[in-house]
């Protein structure tokens, strides 16, 4: 589970915050008037929540724009 995982690094927006954990999952919450949360909506986020279109892959590195995030992925997991 992504629960008791440790957090590698963090990336801060404007209002939003992105959470890259040592297992290669990303999580993100805040403002997402623009959708930066990256969970298909465009509601608020008060709780970290795991953006699952990025499940199958590993995520390297994450940056966070001012109403943008990015991040730096590698292959399906499943071929990690």
């Given at each position: 589970t992504h629960k008791h995982?440790?957090?590698?690094?963090?990336?801060?927006?404007?209002?939003?915050m992105l959470a890259l954990l040592e297992n290669g999952a990303l999580m993100s919450w805040g403002g997402n008037r623009e959708g930066e949360?990256?969970?298909?909506?465009?509601?608020?986020?008060?709780?970290?929540?795991?953006i699952m279109p990025l499940?199958?892959?590993?995520?390297?590195?994450?940056?966070a724009g001012s109403r943008n995030s990015a991040a730096i992925i590698e292959g399906p997991a499943e071929h990690l």
């Open positions: 995982t440790q957090v590698k690094s963090v990336a801060c927006g404007h209002e939003h949360v990256g969970n298909d909506s465009r509601k608020d986020s008060k709780t970290p929540q795991l499940q199958r892959y590993r995520v390297n590195a994450v940056f």
